[in-house]
């Protein structure tokens, strides 16, 4: 009989879990930016000794999780090409999703995205980026603090109100100083209370920000909280016509519940 048969679970050895957490951090290093490392800025990348770092790297070239190539740079493995299409077949939003966010971004002038928080951070899961020059420029997959900007705000918002004293007070811990709990706590109540956040230089001076929750009717209802979020230049941003900005992301939220998230999210 298995352990979940039984109604019992083995507890998993701490050895274990901080292996993979590490195995996790080494593959985490790379990003479409860079693409290669060497072990020694490998090593540094995720703060592991070089000795640590390399029995590392050998298991998961053994896995085909990485490759070495002849001059020593480590690269994606072959074995990650399988996790990239189930990955783009879990979270790939629906055409008519991302044409939205795309009439969003050009009725605004602004990058628009789509967020859910991921323990203390927020990850973009959609976006259209703005066509100017000067831009707000995240990318899909990109991983953002919890602790400043618009869609931060209204993630830790969108949380059950039994759980977010404790949330708000561990993404503080996380910003290392940048802004209390107090002060978190107020942008968060704030929210609650108005049902959507703007943020100038919260995140990031120069940048700022304009987010609603998604909202989704009940047939497309996520499992998880999303943020509609508007960024750019704190200059563009400032000047907008506030209402006008919510009534586009309020309208174009009521057609993404309509059009749909990623299957993940279901």
């Keep these: 009989m298995s352990d979940t048969d ?11 879990v901080r292996a993979v957490s590490r195995a996790l951090a080494v593959i985490d290093a790379f990003n479409s930016e860079t693409t290669a490392l060497s072990i020694a800025a490998l090593a540094r990348r995720v703060g592991l000794p070089r000795t640590t770092t390399i029995r ?3 298991t998961l070239v053994d896995e085909g999780m ?21 990955a783009a077949a879990s979270w790939t939003l629906p055409d008519a999703t991302t044409d939205r966010l795309r009439a969003a971004s ?36 990109d991983e953002l603090p919890l602790w400043g900007g618009a869609a931060a705000m209204v993630l830790l918002a969108s949380e059950p109100a039994a759980a977010r004293r404790d949330l708000i007070g561990a993404v503080a811990a996380a910003s290392e100083g940048r802004v209390s709990a107090a002060d978190l706590g107020r942008d968060v109540d704030h929210v609650v209370q108005t049902g959507h ?27 998880i909280p999303v943020a509609l979020a508007l960024g750019g230049p ?33």
């Design 56 to 58: 590392m790297v050998e």
């Design 6 to 16: 039984s109604g019992t679970r083995t507890p998993r050895p701490e050895g274990g």
């Design 197 to 223: 956040a703007v943020s100038h230089g919260g995140r990031e001076t120069g940048n700022s920000g304009i987010a609603i929750p998604l909202g989704a009717a009940a047939r497309h209802a996520p499992r």
């Design 66 to 86: 990485l490759t070495s190539d002849p001059h020593g740079l480590l690269r994606a493995g072959p074995r990650l090409v399988r996790w990239g299409a189930l």
């Design 106 to 141: 050009d009725a605004t002038g602004e990058t628009v995205s789509l967020y859910v928080r991921r323990g203390l951070s927020r990850t973009v899961i959609g976006q259209a980026q703005s066509r100017h020059t000067l831009r707000h420029v995240v990318r899909v997959g």
């Design 234 to 266: 704190t200059v563009r941003v400032e000047a907008a016509d506030t209402d006008a900005v919510l009534r586009e992301l309020r309208a174009a939220a009521a057609d993404i519940a309509a059009s749909g998230l990623p299957p993940a999210l279901y």
